[in-house]
């Protein structure tokens, strides 16, 4: 069992940046988890939006969002990270962290962007 926490979460305006934080904590090793990270606006389905590997030495992104914003993790510290750069109000919503199979999720942290 793995259990996630996110933070990092806040309201800001356009063009300004933000980096979310996700800690892991349980039996099985961090390490063992390719992560993602999905993100839910209101009235609307939960959508992909960054995915890394065990190692961190691959990565995949939405396109609504390639090019600003870059997952990252730190295994030594059980912890993967979402910066985010040059954010528009579309990027509004819940982020949440979650294990590639989506079997874990944390509880999510909100992402507020107006302009």
């Known amino acids: 069992q793995v259990l996630l926490e996110e933070s990092g979460g806040e309201s800001v305006h356009t063009g300004d940046s933000l980096t979310l934080s996700c800690v892991a904590s349980?039996?099985?090793?961090?390490?063992?988890?390719?992560m993602n990270w999905f993100r839910q606006a209101p009235g609307k389905e939960r959508e992909f939006v960054a995915d890394?590997?065990?190692?961190?030495?691959?990565?995949k992104y939405a396109d609504s969002v390639k090019g600003r914003f870059t997952i990252s993790r730190d295994n030594a510290k059980n912890m993967v990270y979402l910066e985010m750069n040059n954010l528009k109000p579309e990027d509004t919503g819940v982020y949440y962290c979650?294990?590639?199979?989506?079997?874990?999720w944390g509880q999510g942290t909100q992402v507020t962007v107006s302009s």
């Open positions: 890394i590997n065990w190692s961190g030495g691959v990565t």
């Open positions: 979650t294990t590639r199979n989506r079997e874990y």
């Open positions: 349980g039996r099985s090793p961090f390490s063992h988890y390719a």
